[in-house]
């Protein structure tokens, strides 16, 4: 058995003159992969169908639909386990794998990750299985040779060719995007299936295509054999995935909201509000300031520090490195578990408005509170209103929002912070306003100036 998470050694990519060595060796690992999903389906009304049998209200009788879909993986150990998408197995009743000698089995979920939309399945092993061998996405460079093997529109085998277009996609489908970008042409179906490096190594699984048609248009993205690898090692061992999590919520640091915080530029992680207990507030870290570093590791954003977080296994022990009005701190602390949660809240009150940014406050209204996710002694000025395309909109606020301050100054009426506005555009300045959104804090900049 091929151990989990093996990575071949890396050496300069050698260009062969054509890719018939590699795609002969490697397409006996790669599958095409059925699923059937059977959905009870009582919407077939018959209003005349107590006519034909027992009388049921004029409903016929309910029968499953089902559904198919189609996708494609690849075998990643001699006992069995095969590697895809999430989206393509995700609540499937049957799953079956198809080999490129046409031989099908049924296969079993092991388990799935949503967030980075990776599945392990497993079947019962079969002679000569020759497992796929993972590669270093790290060292694989724009304008490299990259090979996709799968089964669009259920075409088994199918092979093309092309270059790595770009490293570090964020497509916005997911909160750790971090896609390769291949002009090697993936249409429906090759989700799940491998991208090759000229060394016949899955250095990414396919996942995800820019299509205004529905085919391909040369723009395909795979999740890095580095993310992907991590996510099936884990899977198999645990059936679970484990994330870093250090109790911070983030924001990207915009032009106005750096001239607001006297920062010379926009690079680093804004820390919108700290989780109390959580390790960020255990090593000193506090909202408004800005993370350069982790673990050693530059910030330029705060989808980078996400990231490196995540990486982390909880437990680890780590350094940070934050910028707080200007002075350069450094902090230590333990990495913790991940946990998701949502939530989901509305409101309406009765407004002021202020034209000139597009923006309708009000005092919160007390029978709203609990939907806000707000303390009963919590304070602020609620938004009831913002108008589309507005300085207000811009600057990403939101209906629902409560500005809690204005230039560090606690609000609890609408005249609070238009004060703080009229300030501003005096000093010809961003006002910097902190808002409570869905019970989590974040900042939000607008250049009255």
Same mark, same amino acid.
């Given at each position: 058995?091929?151990?989990?998470?093996?990575?071949?050694?890396?050496?300069?990519?050698?260009?062969?003159?054509?890719?018939?060595?590699?795609?002969?060796?490697?397409?006996?690992?790669?599958?095409?992969?059925?699923?059937?999903?059977?959905?009870?389906?009582?919407?077939?009304?018959?209003?005349?169908?107590?006519?034909?049998?027992?009388?049921?209200?004029?409903?016929?009788?309910?029968?499953?639909?089902?559904?198919?879909?189609?996708?494609?993986?690849?075998?990643?150990?001699?006992?069995?386990?095969?590697?895809?998408?999430?989206?393509?197995?995700?609540?499937?009743?049957?799953?079956?794998?198809?080999?490129?000698?046409?031989?099908?089995?049924?296969?079993?979920?092991?388990?799935?990750?949503?967030?980075?939309?990776?599945?392990?399945?497993?079947?019962?092993?079969?002679?000569?299985?020759?497992?796929?061998?993972?590669?270093?996405?790290?060292?694989?460079?724009?304008?490299?040779?990259?090979? %996709? #093997?799968? !089964? *669009?529109? +259920?075409?088994?085998?199918?092979?093309?060719?092309? &270059?790595? =277009?770009?490293?570090? $996609?964020?497509?916005?489908?997911?909160?750790?995007?971090?896609?390769?970008?291949?002009?090697?042409?993936?249409?429906?179906?090759?989700?799940?299936?491998?991208?090759?490096?000229?060394?016949?190594?899955?250095?990414?699984?396919?996942? %995800? #295509?820019? !299509? *205004?048609? +529905?085919?391909?248009?040369?723009?395909?993205?795979? &999740?890095? =054999?580095?993310?992907? $690898?991590?996510?099936?090692?884990?899977?198999?061992?645990?059936?679970?995935?484990?994330?870093?999590?250090?109790?911070?919520?983030?924001?990207?640091?915009?032009?106005?909201?750096?001239?607001?915080?006297?920062?010379?530029?926009?690079?680093?992680?804004?820390?919108?509000?700290?989780?109390?207990?959580?390790?960020?507030?255990?090593?000193?870290?506090?909202?408004?300031?800005?993370?350069?570093?982790?673990?050693?590791?530059?910030?330029?954003?705060?989808?980078?520090?996400?990231?490196?977080?995540?990486?982390?296994?909880?437990?680890?022990?780590?350094?940070?490195?934050?910028?707080?009005?200007?002075?350069?701190?450094?902090?230590?602390?333990?990495?913790?578990?991940?946990?998701?949660?949502?939530?989901?809240?509305?409101?309406?009150?009765?407004?002021?408005?202020?034209?000139?940014?597009?923006?309708?406050?009000?005092?919160?209204?007390?029978?709203?509170?609990?939907?806000?996710?707000?303390?009963?002694?919590?304070?602020?000025?609620?938004?009831?209103?913002?108008?589309?395309?507005?300085?207000?909109?811009?600057?990403?606020?939101?209906?629902?929002?409560?500005?809690?301050?204005?230039?560090?100054?606690?609000?609890?009426?609408?005249?609070?912070?238009?004060?703080?506005?009229?300030?501003?555009?005096?000093?010809?300045?961003?006002?910097?306003?902190?808002?409570?959104?869905?019970?989590?804090?974040?900042?939000?900049?607008?250049?009255?100036?």
């Amino acid at each position: 058995m091929l151990p989990m998470g093996s990575v071949a050694a890396v050496s300069a990519q050698e260009v062969p003159g054509d890719f018939t060595g590699i795609v002969r060796e490697k397409i006996p690992a790669v599958v095409a992969i059925t699923t059937r999903q059977f959905v009870e389906d009582q919407t077939n009304l018959m209003p005349f169908s107590d006519f034909f049998g027992p009388f049921n209200g004029g409903q016929s009788p309910v029968q499953p639909q089902v559904r198919e879909a189609l996708g494609s993986g690849f075998v990643i150990s001699q006992d069995g386990y095969i590697v895809t998408n999430n989206h393509v197995v995700q609540e499937a009743s049957e799953i079956h794998v198809v080999f490129s000698d046409k031989e099908t089995s049924p296969a079993q979920l092991v388990g799935r990750d949503p967030a980075t939309d990776i599945a392990v399945l497993k079947i019962d092993p079969r002679p000569n299985l020759t497992p796929i061998v993972w590669g270093d996405s790290d060292a694989v460079q724009p304008g490299a040779w990259t090979i %996709a #093997i799968g !089964s *669009p529109f +259920g075409l088994g085998g199918t092979v093309t060719v092309g &270059v790595l =277009s770009a490293r570090s $996609r964020d497509i916005q489908v997911g909160p750790y995007d971090d896609f390769l970008q291949t002009d090697a042409s993936v249409n429906q179906g090759n989700s799940g299936g491998p991208l090759f490096n000229t060394r016949g190594e899955v250095i990414g699984v396919n996942t %995800a #295509i820019v !299509s *205004p048609t +529905g085919g391909s248009i040369g723009i395909g993205f795979a &999740v890095p =054999s580095r993310t992907a $690898r991590t996510v099936v090692d884990q899977l198999i061992r645990t059936g679970r995935i484990e994330r870093g999590f250090i109790g911070v919520r983030l924001q990207e640091i915009t032009p106005a909201t750096a001239e607001a915080l006297g920062m010379p530029g926009s690079e680093g992680a804004l820390v919108a509000s700290v989780e109390p207990g959580g390790p960020a507030e255990k090593a000193g870290v506090q909202s408004g300031d800005v993370i350069t570093r982790f673990n050693g590791k530059e910030i330029k954003s705060a989808r980078d520090l996400t990231l490196a977080v995540t990486s982390q296994k909880p437990g680890t022990e780590t350094t940070l490195t934050m910028n707080r009005g200007g002075a350069e701190q450094q902090a230590a602390l333990t990495v913790s578990q991940r946990e998701e949660e949502e939530v989901q809240t509305s409101a309406v009150p009765t407004p002021e408005t202020d034209d000139s940014l597009g923006l309708a406050l009000s005092p919160i209204p007390e029978e709203v509170r609990p939907q806000l996710g707000l303390q009963p002694d919590a304070s602020g000025v609620f938004v009831q209103g913002v108008a589309p395309n507005s300085l207000a909109a811009e600057s990403g606020l939101q209906p629902g929002d409560v500005i809690v301050s204005a230039n560090d100054r606690n609000v609890t009426q609408p005249s609070e912070v238009e004060e703080e506005l009229v300030e501003s555009r005096q000093e010809k300045r961003p006002v910097l306003l902190r808002i409570s959104r869905q019970g989590q804090s974040l900042f939000a900049a607008l250049d009255v100036s």
